[in-house]
């Protein structure tokens, strides 16, 4: 009887502790300082490239302007070509991964 009464005071004591921190973490999480925020625009950096992009292209004659356009498809659809071939192996490897897993739980 005298162990149960004093696991249970210990388990009382700890509760309250534990109280205790909760309440004075969440005191002090509220009284954080707040830092200012710097507005950093990435955008303002590349503007200069955009703009000098647009010039330089408003300047090519029409066959020049459809070769940039068929150039950009075609870098498009690689790029499109690359990621599609990396999810492929990634799913790939992923079944040859759960046929190993299954071949080695049916054959434990």
Do not use: C
Request: no cysteine.
């Amino acid at each position: 009887m005298s162990s149960e009464r004093d696991l249970q005071s210990k388990l009382d004591d700890l509760e309250a502790e534990l109280n205790q921190k909760t309440v004075s973490d969440s005191q002090e999480s509220s009284t954080k300082t707040v830092f200012p925020q710097i507005e950093a625009d990435p955008s303002t950096r590349f503007k200069g490239w955009i703009n000098y992009g647009n010039e330089r292209f408003s300047t090519l004659p029409k066959a020049g302007k459809a070769a940039v356009a068929v150039g950009g498809v075609w870098l498009g659809f690689s790029i499109l070509g690359a990621v599609l071939h990396v999810v492929s192996s990634v799913v790939s490897i992923a079944v040859v991964g759960f046929v190993v897993y299954i071949g080695y739980r049916i054959f434990k």
